[in-house]
């Protein structure tokens, strides 16, 4: 059945096509499968990270942003905008002269080697490797955990049988 463009119009049909068929167009996406097994590769071939490793220290600009934040909501109460601070920040940044970042700098370079040492320890435990008492102590202790809750559900339920 040909229609024309009026009837067509008329009908709802712009194009000759329905909703439903502009819809499934919209929606149908041609992906290429992704190197090495899809997502779940990329997850399985990366380590997790670990909690108790020492994060890196702040640079000199994110020592500067520390304290710039805390002058610049003083200065405008009434800016919520997260973008317009670090804007002003790196405006900021970029006019002070080198004597003027100097203390910054100073600070950044003092978390830097705390950081180092933290990272000497860290890596010293690592090479160690995890220490098979604490391992022993949490699995016992877990056991006995599991034993005490087992044992209050076992009272309960007799009391209930008493009455």
Do not use: I
Request: one cysteine or more.
């Amino acid at each position: 059945m040909n229609l024309s463009a009026n009837e067509l119009t008329c009908l709802g049909m712009k194009g000759g096509r329905s909703k439903s068929d502009t819809k499934s167009a919209k929606l149908s996406v041609n992906k290429k499968p992704a190197k090495g097994g899809g997502a779940a590769a990329k997850k399985s071939g990366k380590a997790a990270k670990d909690p108790n490793k020492p994060k890196r220290p702040a640079s000199a600009f994110f020592v500067f942003m520390e304290e710039f934040r805390e002058t610049y909501k003083k200065e405008h109460p009434k800016n919520k905008s997260v973008a317009a601070v670090g804007k002003a920040g790196g405006d900021k940044w970029k006019s002070l002269s080198a004597a003027e970042k100097a203390p910054f700098v100073a600070k950044a370079d003092k978390r830097k080697v705390e950081y180092e040492k933290k990272m000497k320890a860290y890596n010293k435990e690592q090479a160690e490797g995890p220490k098979e008492e604490e391992e022993s102590e949490k699995s016992v202790s877990e056991v006995n955990d599991e034993d005490e809750d087992e044992d209050e559900e076992g009272s309960a339920e007799e009391d209930d049988d008493d009455e």
